[in-house]
């Protein structure tokens, strides 16, 4: 589920590597990758939470399900950046109604 969405003036693939560099700094388990997308996981608490552009020219916060470990990184990226919060969550394109 797509849980919000990021505003960076800055293409992604121009923005991946502050955007790295700001995760790292405030989580110890973060993977990612530059593969004609910009993708990022975030363990935590044994959650994984997805920012990603698989599905969008801007960065999506993404997870399997809601929860608080959404909610903190919505709230770690709102420190820095403004994230667009979805009203309610959207579906990925192949997770099912």
């Known amino acids: 589920m797509i849980f919000a969405e990021m505003d960076h003036p800055a293409e992604y693939w121009d923005f991946h590597e502050e955007l790295e560099g700001f995760l790292c700094s405030h989580y110890s388990c973060v993977e990612s990758g530059m593969q004609t997308d910009s993708w990022f996981w975030i ?3 044994g959650e994984k939470v997805a920012i990603d ?3 969008s ?3 999506q916060v993404k997870s399997a399900r809601a929860g608080s ?3 903190h990184v ?3 990226l ?3 950046y ?3 919060i979805y009203p309610k969550p959207e579906l990925e394109g192949h997770e099912e109604a």
């Open 57 to 59: 020219t801007k960065h």
């Open 69 to 71: 470990h959404v909610e």
């Open 78 to 80: 709102r420190l820095k």
């Open 74 to 76: 919505i709230g770690v």
């Open 53 to 55: 552009t698989f599905s």
């Open 82 to 84: 403004p994230v667009r």
């Open 43 to 45: 363990f935590d608490g």
